[in-house]
């Protein structure tokens, strides 16, 4: 009975829902004055259950302005017009190849089945070691700079709006094949916009909740960074917010007390620095999502390959029985 319990709250529910839902309550409590303790068991058990309902709607909000990164789509936009290019190479070899048609086969071809098997070690060992291959410069990366420390800020407004492009992955051996596969066994025509299918495919074939992949775990992080950047956001939103109509009311009409000054966080802490960690906290989980979009990307990719490689191979093993 305890194991089954336990499997209800996975690792997404943790890091994805409850912690930033806890995070947005716990600021509110010293950010915000009158707040009273909680005093009995049921309460307690309201705080958690309030953090599990807050972080799902953190998570849904938070998806508005970090949707459309697009980082899986810009990926496999880089591989499916090559690729289309090459196979009407490969029909007339007699021709000579069109712009990219060849590049796209030899780095195919390099892609061997013991590369692609051991691909998923060398990514998790470079992620450890944070070699150049894995940093990211969301600013060389995407069309404006303004996605690295504007947008932190103004997303959660404007996102709904017009989110900025991240780009994708540098690395496109293991997209490329991915690409190949899904257009061979779901018929994904290239050009179409089906890539929240594609995305999906996938990761219903790389879930297996006995050993969750290593995507599922850097997707957990990646939302508990966004939806605390979300959380992040909303508290120093209300900082700012006070603060403007606070010094607004002085400026224009008679003193006025800031609505947060009895609160716990106002009375240890002077507002500018309460107001410079709130800056460092917003930008620092914006960043940390951006990291672990990409991240995520990279190793749902990397995960489904290997799944591909580990078929072939029983598949191998099979023939070789069947012999």
């Known amino acids: 009975m305890s194991t089954r319990t336990l499997r209800i709250f996975n690792l997404y529910d943790v890091l994805g829902v409850f912690f930033p839902g806890t995070t947005l309550l716990v600021g509110a409590y010293i950010l915000l004055p009158g707040i009273p303790d909680p005093s009995s068991l049921i309460q307690y058990l309201g705080i958690i259950v309030s ?18 990164l697009k980082v899986f789509d810009a990926t496999i936009q880089e591989v499916q017009n090559p690729s289309d290019l090459a196979e009407e190479w490969t029909e007339d070899p007699d021709t000579e190849p069109p712009d990219g048609a060849k590049e796209s086969i030899e780095s195919s071809d390099e892609a061997t089945d013991d590369e692609a098997s051991s691909s998923d070690e060398d990514s998790e060992q470079a992620v450890q070691n944070g070699s150049e291959d894995d940093s990211f410069d969301p600013i060389k990366s995407s069309p404006g700079w303004y996605l690295y420390l504007i947008y932190s800020f103004v997303g959660p407004i404007i996102g709904l709006l017009r989110t900025p492009n991240a780009g994708g992955i540098e ?10 596969t899904l257009n061979e066994d779901y018929q994904f025509e290239a050009g179409r916009d089906r890539y929240d299918e594609m995305q999906q495919v996938i990761s219903s074939r790389i879930d297996d909740p006995a050993s969750p ?19 992040m956001w909303i508290l120093f939103a209300v900082l700012v917010g006070t603060t403007a ?11 006025m007390i800031h609505p947060l000054a009895e609160s716990y966080l106002f009375s240890t802490l002077p507002l500018w620095l ?8 917003v930008l620092a989980f914006w960043w940390q999502t951006l990291q672990f979009e990409r991240l995520f990307i990279r190793f749902l990719i990397t995960d489904y390959v290997v799944l591909l490689n580990q078929n072939e191979q029983v598949e191998r093993v099979q023939l070789l029985f069947e012999d």
Not at 218 to 228: D, L, S, V
Not at 274 to 281: E, M, Y
């Open 274 to 281: 309460i107001g410079v960690a709130g800056i460092i906290g």
């Open 245 to 255: 109509v606070t010094w607004a009311t002085q400026y224009f009409f008679r003193p």
């Open 51 to 68: 953090a599990f309902a807050i972080g799902h709607l953190l998570q849904s909000y938070s998806s508005f302005p970090t949707g459309d």
């Open 213 to 231: 992949a290593r995507s599922y775990r850097f997707q957990a992080i990646r939302n508990f960074h966004r939806g605390t950047w979300l959380a």
């Open 171 to 180: 690395d496109l051996r293991n997209p490329s094949r991915v690409w190949r």
